[in-house]
T-cell receptor, first 112, second 113 residues
Framework: DQQVKQNSPSLSVQEGRISILNCDYT??????FLWYKKYPAEGPTFLIS?????DKNEDGRFTVFLNKSAKHLSLHIVPSQPGDSAVYFC???????????FGKGTKLTVNP | NAGVTQTPKFQVLKTGQSMTLQCAQD?????MSWYRQDPGMGLRLIHY???????DQGEVPNGYNVSRSTTEDFPLRLLSAAPSQTSVYFC????????????FGSGTQLSVL
């Protein structure tokens, strides 16, 4: 059973608009949440993270929101740029565990 | 700084052949891991290691072996390749600690015919 779900396989937005990528998880013991970005033929690269003691973390155009009661994580990209076109994975770790569990990814396309 | 280096980048095997995917990191990270990426399946953890001499299984360990004799290297062995092991393999490492981020290699694309 999937512990981390990204229910939208793809998302298409116009340049300059907001991109919102979503991630749901099942285990309330998860306490560290990350987003990775992956371009074709490259390895994933870290984008932004948030711990369970926070509900928001910002880094430039990227903001991650955490709703612990809903077990929901989202990534907002504002404004979206064509270079943001990539596959985005959410990844989650459980307290005390070194392991990261990844979602299936959402392919974001930002149209000029 | 090279980071995480994987070799080879591409490999074609016949069913039943064996091979080793190499992974090396120069960041003195204690934690290393192997993931496979398949279409529609995301990144699935195969094996991981929290330090030299220590390895453990992830979500999909069957058909793969690992060892960790040094901090720097974490090879992944396929003893008898099967078509179901056709995938893109990523090695990743990080500092010890539950809130540290993973650094990934550029991947190995493996095809088993």
């Amino acid at each position: 059973d999937q512990q981390v779900k990204q229910n939208s396989p793809s998302l298409s937005v116009q340049e300059g608009r907001i991109s919102i990528l979503n991630c749901d998880y099942t285990n309330s013991m998860f306490d560290y949440f990350l987003w990775y970005k992956k371009y074709p033929a490259e390895g994933p690269t870290f984008l932004i993270s948030i711990s369970s003691i926070k509900d928001k973390n910002e880094d430039g155009r990227f903001t991650v929101f955490l709703n612990k009661s809903a077990k929901h994580l989202s990534l907002h990209i504002v404004p979206s740029q064509p270079g943001d076109s990539a596959v985005y994975f959410c990844a989650i770790s459980q307290g005390g565990s070194e392991k990261l569990v990844f979602g299936k990814g959402t392919k974001l396309t930002v149209n000029p | 700084n090279a980071g995480v280096t994987q070799t080879p980048k591409f490999q074609v095997l016949k069913t039943g052949q064996s091979m080793t995917l190499q992974c090396a990191q120069d960041m003195n990270h204690e934690y290393m891991s192997w993931y496979r990426q398949d279409p529609g399946m995301g990144l699935r953890l195969i094996h991981y290691s929290v330090g030299a001499g220590i390895t453990d299984q992830g979500e999909v360990p069957n058909g793969y072996n690992v060892s960790r004799s040094t901090t720097e290297d974490f090879p992944l062995r396929l003893l008898s390749a099967a078509p179901s092991q056709t995938s893109v393999y990523f090695c990743a490492s990080k500092d010890s600690g539950w809130n540290e981020k993973l650094f990934f290699g550029s991947g190995t694309q493996l095809s088993v015919l």
